[in-house]
């Protein structure tokens, strides 16, 4: 298991759209699935995409820990949950739109404000190549969407309507918006 670099839009990899995986099952993709797991925490992140460590292939690891704002200071958060995706498809979006604040481990020290699909349907297969099919709503939705995006070489700069950089002294604060 190692850390691989964090490529940025100085990098064509970045912007190609990414071939899909024929078979998870080898040992190179089963590598390449750990080291981004390991990648996106030691970031740390909550998803990353292959393309963003300069593999264009559609594999996507997300980490969250789905808890309510208003989550009282008292009770425990919810242990954060490992999502592998490979080929992954979203194939339902909701109506609604909901606003919010992203940023990009491949753009560090900025954020912006993206409209996301309130809920989204994606179906794709496992780090074994078993079909999945999963219903991820709010923030879970937004960085299948986020990451799903990276996979078409598409940033959240395209999508964002306003972007800025994020003040020194806040960065750490935002680790939770990386992406
Ligand atoms: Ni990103």
Not at 66 to 83: I, Q, T
Request: aromatic content about 4%.
């Amino acid at each position: 298991m190692s850390i691989r670099e964090i490529i940025g839009p100085s990098n064509p990899v970045l912007r190609r759209k990414a071939k899909a995986v024929d078979n998870p099952n080898t040992a190179e993709t089963q590598q390449l699935i750990e080291d981004m797991i390991a990648t996106m925490r030691a970031a740390p992140g909550v998803g990353l995409a292959a393309p963003q460590v300069a593999v264009s292939q559609r594999i996507v690891v997300v980490e969250y820990a789905e808890a309510p704002d208003d989550l009282p200071e008292d009770v425990e958060p919810p242990e954060p949950k490992l999502y592998v995706i490979v080929n992954p498809e979203i194939v339902n979006r909701s109506d609604e739109l909901v606003d919010g604040n992203e940023g990009c481990l491949s753009l560090p020290g900025y954020a912006g404000a993206v409209q996301r699909h309130q809920a989204v349907t994606v179906k794709a297969l496992n780090r074994r190549g078993k079909p999945i099919k999963i219903k991820a709503h709010d923030w879970l939705a937004r960085i299948f969407q986020h990451e799903i995006d990276h996979l078409d070489g598409v940033l959240y700069i395209d999508r964002a309507s306003k972007v800025w950089k994020i003040p020194e002294a806040d960065q750490e604060r935002d680790a939770a918006l990386r992406e």
